[in-house]
């Protein structure tokens, strides 16, 4: 996903998963990513 969103060679450094109920091993999780400020000079998605 990093990779699709600032390019490659873009590093991945965090995430902050909320789940609203138990999450089992096999169950699909889908995630949304929102965008809430680009800068380009450093590459950096916030």
Do not use: W
Not at 11 to 30: A, C, I, R
């Amino acid at each position: 996903m990093c990779n699709q969103i600032t390019g490659h060679g873009s590093v991945y450094v965090s995430q902050n998963p909320l789940f609203k109920k138990p999450v089992y091993l096999g169950d699909t999780v889908v995630a949304e990513v929102i965008e809430s400020l680009i800068n380009a000079a450093q590459r950096r998605v916030f």
